[in-house]
C-alpha cells in the first residue's frame, strides 16, 4: 500500500516538508458504499487513496448521474474544491472497504504556499486531469453527435418512404373502386409501379450516399420535354398531398440531354417534396425553365418564406434544413450528387417578397 511519499505529487518534497505533511494527515477508513462527500458539500479538505477504489460521479441533469473518475492507491481526489474555497461539484463513494489519507483544506492550502515543488507537482496534476477529461468530454460528445447523425439519418428515410408510400395507399384505394374506368384503372397501376420503382430508387440513392463513391449513372441523350413531360401527373399528385398546386407557365423546351431518367427523377421529386414542406396551408410551386446556349437551366420556386442568406451555402450540406418541420437535407445532398453527376450544377437564390427558388442547369448533348 503506498505511503506519503509514494503518491506523485509528494514525490520531490524533501524529507523535512514529508515529515510536517505526515504531522496533519488523518487516515479514514471507509466500508463499501459509503459517501465520502456529497454535490454541494464544503471544500474540507483533500482525499488520497490508500486502498480500495473509489467513484467520482456528479448530476449531468435532474435525473441522469455520470461517472467521471475512479481514483485508486496513490491517487488524488477532491482536490478542486478545496484549492478554489468552493463547494463540491461532485460526489465521492467508496466502491469497495478503501482507506484513504485526508488533509484538511487550510494545512494544505499553507503547504502549498510554501512548497514551490508541490505547487508545481499541484499544477501538473490538475493540468493533466483537466486535459483528460476535456478528452472523454470530446469522445462523449463525438458519440454523442454519431447517435444524432443516425437518428437523423433514419429520420430521413422515414421522411422520404412517406409520401411514394402514401401515393400507393391513395392509388390502391382508387384501384379497388368497383365503378373505375379501365383507362383510370391502367393509369392507376402505372402509378403504384413508379412509386415502388421510386422507393427502390431512394433506397439505391441512400446506400450510395453511405457508401461515399461516385456512381457510373450511365447516361443516355433523351428529349428534356418529354422527360418532365412524362413527370408532371407524378409530381402534381405529390404536391396535392400537401393541398400545394403545381404550375408550369410554359412547356419544357425541346432539347437533347445527356441523362439517366430514374436517377433525375428523383431530383424533381425532392425539390417538390421540399417545397411542399415548407409552404403553410398549401401553396404555389412553379416549374420554369430557360435555355441557353449550352445548356437547360431549371427552376422550382415555392411560395414560402424563402431562404435565409447565411444558410444558402449550406443547404446542399448532408442533413441541413431550412426551414423544414421535419426531414434533414439529405435530400438536398443527393439532388446535388446526381446534378453533378449529370455533369451540372445546382443552387439556390431567395428574392425579395419570393419564395426560395432552386434552379439545376443541366448540358446540353453534343452534336457531331
Known sequence: MPGLESISLFRDLNPDELLALRRITRERQL?????????????????????????????????VRRVFFLPGPGEIFGEMAAIEHRPRSATATALEATEVYFIPQEEMLSHIKGSPALAFSLLQLISHRLREFNQLHMREMVQAESLSVIGRFAQSIVHDLKNPLSIIGL???????????????????????????????????????TEGKRTEVGLRPADYRAFVLNLMDDLRAEAELKEAQLEMPIPPPAGMIPLNPRRLNRVFHNLIHNATEVMLNGGKIFLRFHVTENEIITEIEDTGPGIAPEIADKLFQAFATYGKTRGTGLGLSICKKIIEDHGGRIWVRSEPDRGAIFCFALPLAKTA
Open 171 to 209: 392509388s390502391a384505394e382508387m384501384f379497388e373502386l368497383p365503378n373505375i374506368s379501365p383507362d383510370i384503372r391502367a393509369k392507376t397501376q402505372v402509378r403504384i409501379r413508379r412509386q415502388v420503382a421510386r422507393i427502390s430508387d431512394l433506397i439505391s440513392d441512400i446506400l450510395i450516399f
Open 31 to 63: 466500508s463499501a458504499g459509503s459517501t465520502i462527500f456529497k454535490e454541494g458539500d464544503p471544500g474540507d479538505g483533500v482525499y488520497f487513496v490508500k486502498t480500495g477504489r473509489v467513484e467520482i460521479s456528479g448530476l449531468v441533469s435532474s435525473d
